[in-house]
Nanobody, 116 residues
C-alpha cells in the first residue's frame, strides 16, 4: 500500500523555523522525484520545491529559494523541508508529492500556521 505521511507542522511564531518530514512506503522511493507543495487558505496549491532522484538536483518555486531547503534520505524513505524565517504568508497546508513516469502519489498534508 502506497503511503506518504507528512509530519512536523504546527504553530510557529513569525521568524521561526520548522522541519517538515514526509515518510514514504509502498514504492521504490529512491526512483521518485519528491516535491513539497503548499496551499494557503483560499488560494491555489503552489510548488515549494522538488528534489530529484540521487538527491543532487533541486528546483524551487518562485520566491521559495533562500528560505526553504528540500532534502531526502533514501535510506529512510523520507523527504524533508526545512523552512526558515517564516512569515504569516507561509501559513498553508503543506503536501508531499512523489512522481515517477506515469505514477504520482500525494500525502494528506500537514498544517503550518505562522502567527504570534
Amino acid at each position: 500500500q502506497v503511503q506518504l505521511v507528512e509530519s512536523g507542522g504546527g504553530l510557529v511564531q513569525p521568524g521561526g523555523s520548522l522541519r517538515l518530514s514526509c515518510a514514504a512506503s509502498g514504492f521504490t522511493f529512491s526512483s521518485y522525484s519528491l516535491s513539497w507543495y503548499r496551499q494557503p487558505p483560499g488560494k491555489e496549491r503552489e510548488l515549494v520545491a522538488t528534489i530529484y532522484p540521487g538527491g543532487i538536483n533541486t528546483h524551487y518555486g518562485d520566491s521559495m529559494k533562500g528560505r526553504f531547503t528540500i532534502s531526502r534520505d533514501d535510506a529512510k524513505d523520507t523527504a524533508y523541508l526545512q523552512a526558515n524565517s517564516l512569515t504569516p504568508e507561509d501559513t498553508a497546508v503543506y503536501y508531499c508529492n512523489a512522481e515517477h513516469r506515469w505514477y504520482e502519489f500525494w500525502g494528506r498534508g500537514t498544517q503550518v500556521t505562522v502567527s504570534s
